[in-house]
C-alpha cells in the first residue's frame, strides 16, 4: 500500500515512519524545504526519542522518502493523510483550518484512481465534509472517499503510543475505504488494538472529547491543590486515595502549573467554540479554559512569596521550558506564562532546557539561557522547576547552594520533597503540600 502523508511535523512524521515500519510504502510531504533538506540528510527536525533510529532503519529499506512535492506523492498514493497543523485562529478561538482546506485543494486536482483521504489532524466536526466538497468541486470525476483517523499520540512517547494504541478510531462510512483503513493498520490490528469504526462526525467529536475529558481531568486536580494548601492536605494523597479507584484511574492526576503544549489548550478552546456555535455549550470546559490560562501566570505568585514578596532585581533561574519533558515542543508552555509574569514584577530571568531551548529563544525576550542548571543558578534567589526533565530530579544541592545568591526551590512539579532538600539548607515551595512548605 502507498501512503502519502502531507504534514511532517510532530504527528506527520511520526505516523510516516511508523506506517512505513509497518512494511508500507511511505512519502512523507511537507511545504517547508529545511524540513524535508534535512530528513533526507538525515537529520531530525524534532526532538522525539527513538525517532531518528526508526526513519533511519525506514530510510535504508527503501520504505519511506521526503518530498516537497505534493503532486507525485499524491498521484501514486492509495490513502494520503493530511497531518498538517490546525492552530488555535487568531481573534476568536476557532481551530484555523486553512492549512487542511489548503491540502485537499492541492490533493484534488492530483488525485488518480480511488483513493483514501484520510483527516489525521485534529479538525472541529464537519471538516471532513467540506474536505469532500472542496475536492469534489475542483475534480468531480475523483474517485474518492474522505476518512476521520484523529491521533492520540503523545510528544515524548511518540512511537509506542502510535505502535501500542488503546484505539484506533476511524470515522467512515464506505465499505471500500473501510477496508482499506483496516489494511493500512492491520499490524496493529493482529495485536488486537480495537479499532474503532464510526461515522466521520462522530470521529472528528472524539478527539476533542477525549482531549477535553484529560485537560478537565488535571485541571480539577490543579484545584485540588488549591483546596489542599487552604485546609492542609496533601494533594498528592488526594490523587492516589483517588485514583486508584478504577472508576477514576490515577492518571492525569498530577497537580502543576497548568497544561500547556500544542494539543489542550486550542483544543478545549475550539470544542467551547464548535459547541457555542451549535447552542450546545460546553460549560465545564469553558471553566477548565479560564481556570488554565489563570493557573499559568497564578504560578509567578508562588516564586514572588518563595522569595519574600518582591523580586524586583533578583535573578530567578527557571529549569525547563518545555511543556513537558522529553520534547522540544514549546507551543503554550506553562512557562512562557509564569516567565512573562515575573518579568512584568521585576524579576531577572536565567533558564535553561534540554531540548527547548532553540525554540524558547524565538517566544520570550531578555531571559539570559545556560548550558545546565548549575550554570543557571549562578547568583539566582530561587531556582524553578517548571518542567519535570530527568536531568533535574538528583539535582546537587550542596553545589546549587554555594552558587545561589539565596537557596529557595520552587517544585511546581513536586518531583522533590521537603527533607530531602531542606537538610542541604534550601528552602521549599511545592504545589498542593502545605506541610512542604
Ligand atoms: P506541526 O506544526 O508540527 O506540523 C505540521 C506540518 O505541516 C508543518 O511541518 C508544516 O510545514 C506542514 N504543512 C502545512 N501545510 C502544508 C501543506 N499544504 N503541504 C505540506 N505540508 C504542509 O503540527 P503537529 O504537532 O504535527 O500537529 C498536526 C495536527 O495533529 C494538528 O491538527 C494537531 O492538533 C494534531 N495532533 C498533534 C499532536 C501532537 O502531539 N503534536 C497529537 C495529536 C494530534
Known amino acids: 500500500m502507498v501512503i502519502a502523508v502531507i504534514g511532517s511535523g510532530y504527528v506527520g512524521l511520526v505516523s510516516g515512519t511508523c506506517f512505513a515500519d509497518f512494511g508500507h510504502e511511505v512519502i512523507c510531504v511537507d511545504k ?25 532503519s525506514n530510510v535504508k529499506a527503501g520504505r519511506l522518502s521526503f518530498t516537497t512535492e505534493l503532486t507525485d506523492a499524491v498521484r501514486k498514493a492509495d490513502v494520503i493523510f493530511i497531518a498538517v497543523g490546525t492552530p488555535s485562529r487568531r481573534g476568536d478561538g476557532h481551530a484555523d483550518l486553512s492549512y487542511v482546506y489548503a491540502a485537499a485543494e492541492e490533493i484534488a486536482a492530483s488525485l488518480d484512481g480511488f483513493t483514501v483521504i484520510v483527516t489525521k489532524s485534529t479538525v472541529p466536526v464537519g471538516t471532513g465534509d467540506e474536505v469532500e466538497r472542496i475536492i469534489r468541486e475542483i475534480n468531480p470525476n475523483a474517485d474518492f472517499e474522505v476518512v476521520s483517523n484523529p491521533e492520540f499520540l503523545r510528544e515524548g512517547a511518540a512511537i509506542s503510543d502510535f505502535k501500542r494504541p488503546d484505539r484506533i478510531v476511524v470515522g467512515v462510512s464506505g465499505d471500500r475505504a473501510k477496508s482499506v483503513m483496516t489494511e493500512v493498520y492491520r499490524p496493529l490490528y493482529l495485536n488486537q488494538s480495537p479499532l474503532v469504526f464510526v461515522s466521520r462526525r462522530t ?8 482531549n477535553a475529558f484529560l485537560a478537565m481531568k488535571i485541571t480539577f486536580i490543579n484545584e485540588l491543590a488549591d483546596l489542599s494548601e487552604a485546609v492542609g492536605a496533601d494533594v498528592q494523597d488526594v490523587a492516589r486515595g483517588i485514583g486508584l479507584d478504577n472508576r477514576i484511574g490515577s492518571k492525569f492526576l498530577n497537580a502543576g502549573p497548568g497544561y500547556g503544549g500544542s494539543c489542550f489548550p486550542k483544543d478545549t478552546l475550539a470544542l467551547v467554540k464548535t459547541a457555542q456555535d451549535h447552542a450546545s455549550p460546553v460549560r465545564l470546559i469553558e471553566t477548565t479554559c479560564s481556570i488554565n490560562d489563570q493557573r499559568k501566570r497564578s504560578m509567578s505568585k508562588k516564586v514572588i512569596s518563595a522569595v519574600g514578596g518582591d523580586v524586583r532585581g533578583k535573578k530567578i533561574a527557571v529549569l525547563g521550558l518545555t511543556f ?8 503554550d508552555s506553562p512557562a512562557l506564562s509564569i516567565i512573562q509574569a515575573l518579568q512584568d514584577k521585576g524579576a531577572e530571568i536565567s533558564a535553561y532546557d534540554p531540548e527547548g531551548m532553540k525554540a524558547a529563544v524565538e517566544l520570550v525576550d531578555n531571559v539570559t539561557f545556560g548550558n545546565s542548571a548549575y550554570d543557571v543558578a549562578k547568583d539566582a534567589h530561587a531556582l524553578v522547576i517548571v518542567t519535570e526533565w530527568n536531568a533535574f530530579r538528583a539535582l546537587d544541592f550542596s553545589r546549587l547552594k554555594e552558587d545561589m545568591a539565596v537557596p529557595v526551590l520552587v517544585d511546581l512539579r513536586n518531583i522533590y520533597g521537603k527533607d530531602e532538600v531542606a537538610k542541604h539548607g534550601f528552602s521549599y515551595m511545592c504545589v498542593g503540600r502545605p506541610d512542604q512548605e
Not at 203 to 210: M, N, Q, R, T, V
Open 32 to 56: 517547508a524545504k529545511d524540513k524535508i533538506e534535512k530528513l533526507r540528510n538525515g537529520q531530525i527536525p524534532i526532538y522525539e526519542p527513538g525517532l531518528e533510529e526508526l526513519v533511519d
Open 203 to 210: 470521529s472528528e467529536l472524539i478527539k476533542y472529547a477525549g
Open 324 to 331: 513537558k519533558p522529553n520534547t522540544d515542543d514549546m507551543r
